[in-house]
């Protein structure tokens, strides 16, 4: 089993930035990759940025170039740094860790962009 938990979610105006975190621990395979997603009301839950046991990133269209993920594997976690924040990132973010044999998810973390 793996454990993850999210922080770093709020309130901030348009334009400004937020820096997710979320730390996993358990049973953690030496090669994992960590995600992020969201889900805003009535929508699906998207990709949003995935990052590689080696460090290969990638990112939904909608926020490259505003955001970055990044991970410190020494203590298993893995960032989000969002900048120029809209109101369409609101959504609660979700951090997801997968290995070869499993994947879990995070409880979820509110981001809410508005003035």
């Known amino acids: 089993q793996v454990q993850l938990v999210e922080s770093g979610g709020g309130l901030v105006q348009p334009g400004g930035s937020l820096r997710l975190s979320c730390a996993a621990s358990?049973?953690?395979?030496?090669?994992?990759?960590m995600a992020w997603y969201r889900q805003a009301p009535g929508k699906p839950r998207e990709l949003v940025a995935s990052i590689t046991s080696g460090g290969s990133t990638n990112y939904a269209a909608s926020v490259k170039d505003r955001f970055t993920i990044s991970r410190d594997n020494a203590k298993n976690t893995v960032y989000l740094q969002m900048n120029s924040l809209k109101p369409d990132d609101t959504a609660v973010y979700y951090c997801?860790?997968?290995?070869?044999?499993?994947?879990?998810w995070g409880q979820g973390t509110q981001v809410t962009v508005s003035s």
């Open positions: 358990g049973s953690i395979s030496r090669f994992y990759a």
């Open positions: 997801r860790y997968s290995d070869q044999r499993s994947a879990y």
